[in-house]
C-alpha cells in the first residue's frame, strides 16, 4: 500500500468486487458506504488546508480503508494520502508528500495552499463485503495581488491630435484568479472599451507567472482634450477573495501633460491705484496656451511707431522707479503658432505717472548774507497737479507758500532750507529742494563775561570758548596752558583751555578773543575764591593741596566734636540745676537773705540803663535757687 496504485490494479479492483456483490445474494450481503466531504471549498494563498472526510457503513463493523486521491493534468488519479487499518500514511513521490498529512479522523491537511492546489481531491472508502463509497471536493485557491502600478505616458499630448493617445499602463500583479482592471478620471469610471476606436478605449494582457499566479495589465487610450490639463487620472483592481468577498486597489493619481493653444490673452497692470513716479511697476501678460508661449513687448510711440521692449518667456515686463516718461500704452505680442487666426493675440494697456518736476529755487543751492541783513527765500513747483509747499529747517517747519522771508539774520538762523512739495491726494507724492543760507560777519561770544570759582591755587580749570561767526573765526587765549583743542559746528567755533590758578591769573582773570576778516569779539573769565564751609580753618600751603584737603577733612571733623560737647555741657548743667531744686523742696538746703539789685534806671536819658547789683557772699552761692527766679525782697529767699 505504500506505492500509487496503477490503472490496472484498480481496474481489477472493481471487477473483484462487483463479481462479489452478484455472488453474494444472502441478506447478510446486503451492505452500503456512504462517504461525505464538501463539494466545494475555498481557502485563501498560503493558509493552512483541512478537507474533511466522514464516511457511514452499513452490514459492516470493521476497520475501513480511506484514501485520498489527485487527479493530474493528464486526467489520471493518483492517491496521495491513506487510512488502513488504523494506520495513516502519505505516499512517495508525490507534490503532497512534504506537504500533506492524514490525520486520525481522515481528513486530508495541506500545510499551506499553492494556486496548484486548485483541483479535485477526493477520498474514497473501502469497507470489505459492505463496497466502496467516494466523494470528490473541488478545492478553490485565492490569492490577492501586489499594489497595482501605473506608468503614465511621460510625452507632451497634443489635444490637436485625430486618434486616441496612449495615456498610462497599469500592472497588477500575483494574483489568482486574475483580476480586473478599470479606469477612473476625476473620480468617475472611464467605462473604456476594448475595441480599438478613436475616442477611448483600453487593451489589456494577461500573464501567468512561474508560481502558477497571474498578472494582468491594462493600456488606456484617450483622445485628449484642453480640460483634460487639470483632470486627475488613476487605475482601480478588483479581486476575487474566498466566501464571494470582493478586494480591491487602487493606484497613485497622475496628471497629464498636454499641448494645447492659446485661446484667450489677458494683459493687466499690477501696481497701486495711482501710480507716481518712484513706484515699481509690472506689467503682466498671460496666455492659456501650454507650453508658455513667448511673450513680445512694445511701447507705441505713434500709430505707425512702437518700441521694442524685447520678449519675456514669463510674461512680465518690469519697469523700476518709473517717471512720467515711462507713461503710454504698452502691448503685448503672443507668438503662439498653434492658435486660429481667430484668437486675438495682442493686448493693450495704458498707464499714467503722476509726477513732479524739479523745484526752483531762488537763492539757488547757495546765498551769502551779512549779519542783520534781510532775506527772502522763493520756491516754485509744478506737475501732473498742483502741489502744496513748505519750508523746513531741519525737521522743523518754518513756513508755507512759495515765499520764506528771513529778518535780521543771525548767526542762528543760518543753515540748510528745505522747500518741500507735496501733492495730498496723491501719498507719497514729494519733492525736496535745499538752499543753505550763510549768515557772515563779525564774531559773536555765546557769553562775553562769566566768574568761574575755585578753591586753592594750583587748582586745575578748563575754560570753554565758544564763538559764532562766517568766515571761521579763530579763537585766541590770554594765558598760555595745556594745549587748548577747538572744534567747529558749522558756524559755531569751541576752543577748551586747562590751565592751574596762580595768584596773578586769580587776579586777572582769563580772556579768550575770536576773530576773523569782519572783526573781533571776546570773552572774560572772573576768578573767585570758593567761600569755605566752616569758620576755623588752618592755613593751607599753596602749593600743597593734598595737606589742604586733609585739613579740610580735619576741620569738618572738629566742628562736628565742638556741637556735641557744647550739647553734653547743657545736659550737665541741667542736672544739676534739677538736683539742688529738689533739695531745696526737702528743706534740706539753709536760706539766707535776698540779694538787693536795682534796676531802675537813673534820672536822665531813659536810654541809659544802669543796673546796680549788692549781694553778699552767701547770695552768690543760693541766689540760683531762689523760687522767684533771683530777684525782689523776702524773708524767705533761697
Keep these: 500500500m505504500g506505492s500509487a496504485c496503477s490503472p490496472t490494479a484498480l481496474l481489477l479492483r472493481g471487477l473483484v468486487l462487483g463479481l462479489f456483490l452478484l455472488a453474494c445474494s444472502a441478506p447478510e450481503c446486503q451492505a452500503e458506504v456512504q462517504v461525505s466531504v464538501p463539494a466545494l471549498l475555498e481557502v485563501q494563498l498560503g493558509h493552512k488546508v483541512s478537507i474533511s472526510c466522514a464516511h457511514?457503513?452499513?452490514?459492516?463493523?470493521?476497520?475501513?480503508?480511506?484514501?485520498?486521491f489527485i487527479t493530474d493534468k493528464n486526467g489520471e488519479q493518483r492517491r496521495v494520502a491513506y487510512s488502513d487499518q488504523g494506520r495513516q500514511g502519505v505516499d512517495r513521490g508525490t507534490e503532497y508528500t512534504d506537504r500533506a498529512s492524514m490525520e486520525a479522523g481522515h481528513s486530508l491537511v495541506i500545510k499551506a495552499a499553492e494556486v496548484i492546489d486548485e483541483r479535485a481531491f477526493s477520498c474514497q472508502v473501502t469497507a470489505g463485503a459492505a463496497g466502496s463509497g467516494m466523494g470528490v471536493t473541488q478545492l478553490k485557491v485565492y490569492g490577492a495581488p501586489e499594489s497595482p502600478?501605473?506608468?503614465?505616458?511621460?510625452?507632451?499630448?497634443?489635444?490637436?491630435?485625430?486618434?486616441?493617445?496612449?495615456?498610462?499602463?497599469?500592472?497588477?500583479?500575483?494574483?489568482?484568479?486574475?483580476?480586473?482592471?478599470?479606469?477612473?478620471?476625476?473620480?468617475?469610471?472611464?467605462?473604456?472599451?476594448?475595441?480599438?476606436?478613436?475616442?477611448?478605449?483600453v487593451v489589456s494582457r494577461t500573464v501567468k507567472e512561474a508560481s502558477g499566479l497571474l498578472s494582468v495589465s491594462s493600456t488606456l487610450y484617450l483622445r485628449v482634450s484642453k480640460s483634460?490639463?487639470?483632470?486627475?487620472?488613476?487605475?482601480?483592481?478588483?479581486?476575487?477573495?474566498?466566501?464571494?468577498?470582493?478586494?480591491?486597489?487602487?493606484s497613485d493619481p497622475f496628471h497629464l501633460t498636454l499641448h494645447y493653444f492659446t485661446e484667450n490673452v489677458q494683459f493687466s497692470v499690477d501696481s497701486p491705484e495711482v501710480i507716481k513716479e518712484g513706484d515699481d511697476i509690472e506689467?503682466?501678460?498671460?496666455?492659456?496656451?501650454?507650453?508658455?508661449?513667448?511673450?513680445?513687448?512694445?511701447?507705441?510711440?505713434?500709430?505707425?511707431?512702437?518700441?521694442?521692449?524685447?520678449?519675456?518667456?514669463?510674461?512680465?515686463?518690469?519697469?523700476?522707479?518709473?517717471?512720467?516718461?515711462?507713461?503710454g500704452t504698452y502691448r503685448c505680442q503672443v507668438l503662439d503658432f498653434d492658435s486660429p487666426s481667430t484668437v486675438e493675440l495682442e493686448k493693450e494697456v495704458t498707464i499714467y505717472v503722476n509726477y513732479l518736476d524739479p523745484l526752483v529755487l531762488n537763492p539757488n543751492k547757495t546765498v551769502m548774507a551779512r549779519l542783520g541783513e534781510n532775506i527772502e527765500l522763493t520756491c516754485s513747483g509744478t506737475g501732473s497737479q498742483m502741489p502744496t509747499l513748505l519750508w523746513k529747517k531741519g525737521k522743523t517747519k518754518v513756513g508755507d507758500g512759495e515765499t520764506l522771508p528771513l529778518s535780521s539774520l543771525s548767526y542762528h538762523m543760518a543753515g540748510g532750507y528745505t522747500c518741500e512739495a507735496s501733492v495730498p491726494s496723491i501719498p507719497g507724492l514729494q519733492r525736496t529742494q535745499t538752499v543753505e543760507v550763510v549768515v557772515e560777519g563779525t564774531p559773536q561770544v555765546e557769553q562775553p563775561q562769566s566768574t568761574r570759582h575755585y578753591q586753592s591755587l594750583g587748582q586745575k580749570l578748563t575754560f570753554t570758548c565758544s564763538a559764532f561767526g562766517y568766515p571761521e573765526p579763530e579763537i585766541k587765549w590770554s594765558v598760555t596752558g595745556e594745549e587748548p583743542s577747538a572744534r567747529s559746528f558749522g558756524n559755531r567755533v569751541i576752543s577748551e583751555l586747562s590751565v592751574e590758578v596762580t595768584p596773578e591769573l586769580a587776579q586777572n582773570g582769563v580772556t579768550c578773543w575770536a576773530e576773523n576778516e569782519h572783526g573781533k569779539a571776546e570773552q572774560t573769565f572772573?576768578?573767585?575764591?570758593?567761600?569755605?564751609?566752616?569758620?576755623s580753618a588752618s592755613p593751607v600751603p599753596a602749593g600743597n593741596p593734598e595737606l589742604r584737603t586733609v585739613d579740610g577733612e580735619q576741620s569738618q571733623g572738629g566742628s562736628t566734636i565742638a556741637v556735641i560737647a557744647v550739647c553734653v555741657c547743657v545736659l550737665l548743667l541741667l542736672l544739676i540745676v534739677g538736683f539742688f531744686y529738689f533739695m531745696q523742696r526737702r528743706g534740706q538746703l539753709p536760706c539766707g537773705g535776698g540779694e538787693k539789685r536795682s534796676l531802675t534806671p537813673k534820672e536822665g536819658n531813659p536810654d541809659d540803663t544802669v543796673v546796680e547789683m549788692k549781694t553778699d557772699k552767701r547770695n552768690e552761692q543760693t541766689g540760683l535757687l531762689s523760687p522767684g527766679g533771683g530777684g525782689g525782697v523776702g524773708a524767705n529767699e533761697c
Aim: hydrophobic share 30%; net charge negative.
Design 56 to 68: 457511514t457503513t452499513e452490514g459492516h463493523n470493521g476497520l475501513s480503508l480511506v484514501e485520498w
Design 149 to 201: 502600478e501605473v506608468i503614465p505616458n511621460s510625452r507632451t499630448l497634443s489635444v490637436t491630435e485625430e486618434d486616441a493617445s496612449e495615456i498610462a499602463t497599469c500592472t497588477s500583479k500575483n494574483a489568482n484568479p486574475v483580476p480586473t482592471i478599470s479606469w477612473y478620471k476625476d473620480g468617475r469610471s472611464l467605462n473604456a472599451s476594448t475595441e480599438r476606436n478613436k475616442e477611448l478605449y
Design 228 to 250: 483634460d490639463k487639470d483632470s486627475s487620472f488613476l487605475c482601480h483592481v478588483s479581486y476575487a477573495m474566498p466566501h464571494g468577498k470582493v478586494g480591491s486597489a487602487e
Design 283 to 327: 506689467l503682466q501678460c498671460q496666455a492659456d496656451g501650454y507650453p508658455p508661449p513667448e511673450y513680445v513687448f512694445y511701447k507705441i510711440q505713434s500709430e505707425d511707431r512702437q518700441v521694442d521692449l524685447g520678449s519675456h518667456a514669463n510674461g512680465i515686463l518690469s519697469l523700476p522707479h518709473v517717471t512720467k516718461a515711462d507713461s
Design 526 to 535: 572772573l576768578l573767585q575764591m570758593a567761600v569755605a564751609p566752616t569758620t
